[in-house]
């Protein structure tokens, strides 16, 4: 089955710095890759996704690009606020299911 | 707009006692249906997933059954709990395949 990697498992930035979060997948098949953040004791949110016909994407702040032939795909947040900490997962559509990453932990400080 | 609701929102229960958690989306015909249970500090478990009434997969072989009396009712059942059975519940929905969205989740401790 498909098997998602997620790196790093925690990140801490200063306020207004960016941060990067890389995944890697198995299954050259997968074609959907979304993003989710989970605030504490909150439910996921999706807040961005990339298809496979595509290689990157932006909305406002944040971007994700994805690189098939390397089988990886990474989420960029610009310009990051206090808001934006909490756990970030990735994750891989193969067969029926999303296959999720392990998550990061982002902490922003002011 | 779409809505999923699931209930309880907490739930304390002994070890050995049933369970039955129940979500529902609004707003939508046939969607795809989905049970996941995220630790605490741990990822997401795909347990369950279902396109349509009656039709139910599951991911992990363990002691919880899922459910899907209508075709916008998904329930997550056991008969006995185990303290491994603790943790947030999340149930989501997509139509088609992909865009997955999560109701507000089901924190279960078995005591």
């Known amino acids: 089955g498909e098997n998602v990697e997620q790196h790093p498992s925690t990140l801490s930035v200063q306020e207004g710095d960016s941060a990067v979060i890389k995944c890697t997948y198995s299954?050259?098949?997968?074609?959907?890759f979304p993003w989710y953040k989970q605030e504490l004791g909150k439910r996921p949110q999706l807040i961005i996704d990339?298809?496979?016909?595509?290689g990157e994407k932006k909305d406002q702040r944040i971007a994700v690009t994805l690189n098939k032939t390397a089988k990886h795909f990474s989420l960029h947040i610009t310009e990051t606020q206090p808001e934006d900490s909490a756990v970030y997962f990735c994750a891989a559509f193969s067969g029926y299911a999303l296959n999720f990453g392990k998550g990061t932990s982002l902490l922003v400080t002011p | 707009s779409q809505t999923i609701h699931q209930w309880p929102a907490t739930l304390v229960q002994p070890v050995g006692s049933p369970l039955s958690l129940e979500c529902t989306v609004e707003g939508t015909s046939n969607p795809n249906l989905y049970w996941y249970r995220q630790a605490a500090g741990r990822g997401l478990q795909l347990l369950f997933y279902s396109v349509g009434i009656g039709q139910i997969s599951s991911e992990v072989p363990q002691n919880l059954s899922a459910s899907r009396p209508q075709d916008r009712q998904f329930i997550l059942s056991s008969k006995k709990l185990l303290l491994s059975d603790s943790g947030f519940y999340l149930c989501?929905?997509?139509?088609?395949?992909?865009?997955?969205?999560f109701g507000p989740g089901t924190r279960l401790t078995v005591t």
């Open positions: 990339i298809r496979s016909n595509v």
């Open positions: 989501a929905w997509s139509v088609g395949r992909y865009e997955q969205y």
């Open positions: 299954d050259s098949a997968s074609n959907y």
